[in-house]
């Protein structure tokens, strides 16, 4: 009975030591996600910690540990697509440390980091979901349409109609840019 117990008690620590390893080698990776898809630092933590919590909670339910990052990804995107189902209004915040765009000066950098930031706070959650997924984690479409639950063309008209509005964003923020 006691031997069991010990027995049961080493499973626990090895297979919390396994998630906490792979927690720590995810965690960076996930809050930038979490702050690109939610674009409030407060937010993408409390995002990231419950996707963690959720994650342990259902350990046990990961057949495959090499799949961890597929896994928990869809845990992450799920849990910061409930958070802005619940947020009324919802503003897209300065993302600066998330873009990394060439211009010649630091004004032009800090202006067009800006501009995206205001474009992408105008697109619905839907859209903010797949362009981050598409562009920021290098998802393909049938990737962000198997992690959202949805269907690869609609992954396709989501991705078009919000780059089209991005674009669309720009050349306006250009245009004022240019009449100044």
């Given at each position: 009975?006691?031997?069991?117990?010990?027995?049961?008690?080493?499973?626990?620590?090895?297979?919390?030591?396994?998630?906490?390893?792979?927690?720590?080698?995810?965690?960076?990776?996930?809050?930038?996600?979490?702050?690109?898809?939610?674009?409030?630092?407060?937010?993408?933590?409390?995002?990231?910690?419950?996707?963690?919590?959720?994650?342990?909670?259902?350990?046990?339910?990961?057949r495959?540990?090499?799949?961890?990052?597929?896994?928990?990804?869809?845990?992450?995107?799920?849990?910061?697509?409930?958070?802005?189902?619940?947020?009324?209004?919802?503003?897209?915040?300065?993302?600066?440390?998330?873009?990394?765009?060439?211009?010649?000066?630091?004004?032009?950098?800090?202006?067009?980091?800006?501009?995206?930031?205001?474009?992408?706070?105008?697109?619905?959650?839907?859209?903010?979901?797949?362009?981050?997924?598409?562009?920021?984690?290098?998802?393909?479409?049938?990737?962000?349409?198997?992690?959202?639950?949805?269907?690869?063309?609609?992954?396709?008209?989501?991705?078009?109609?919000?780059?089209?509005?991005?674009?669309?964003?720009?050349e306006?923020?250009?245009?004022?840019?240019?009449?100044?």
């Amino acid at each position: 009975m006691v031997g069991d117990s010990l027995t049961e008690a080493r499973e626990v620590g090895t297979r919390a030591a396994a998630f906490r390893e792979l927690a720590d080698r995810h965690l960076n990776a996930s809050y930038r996600v979490a702050y690109a898809i939610l674009g409030n630092a407060a937010e993408a933590q409390d995002a990231t910690h419950d996707a963690f919590v959720q994650a342990w909670r259902r350990w046990s339910t990961l057949r495959d540990p090499a799949r961890f990052e597929q896994w928990f990804s869809r845990i992450l995107v799920n849990t910061c697509r409930n958070r802005l189902k619940r947020t009324t209004r919802w503003r897209m915040q300065d993302l600066s440390g998330q873009l990394s765009l060439e211009q010649e000066n630091a004004f032009d950098l800090a202006n067009e980091r800006d501009v995206m930031a205001g474009a992408l706070a105008g697109l619905s959650a839907d859209h903010r979901l797949v362009v981050t997924l598409r562009y920021y984690r290098d998802l393909t479409i049938n990737e962000i349409a198997r992690q959202l639950g949805i269907r690869p063309g609609t992954v396709n008209s989501r991705l078009h109609y919000a780059l089209k509005r991005l674009r669309a964003a720009l050349e306006e923020a250009d245009a004022k840019e240019t009449v100044r």
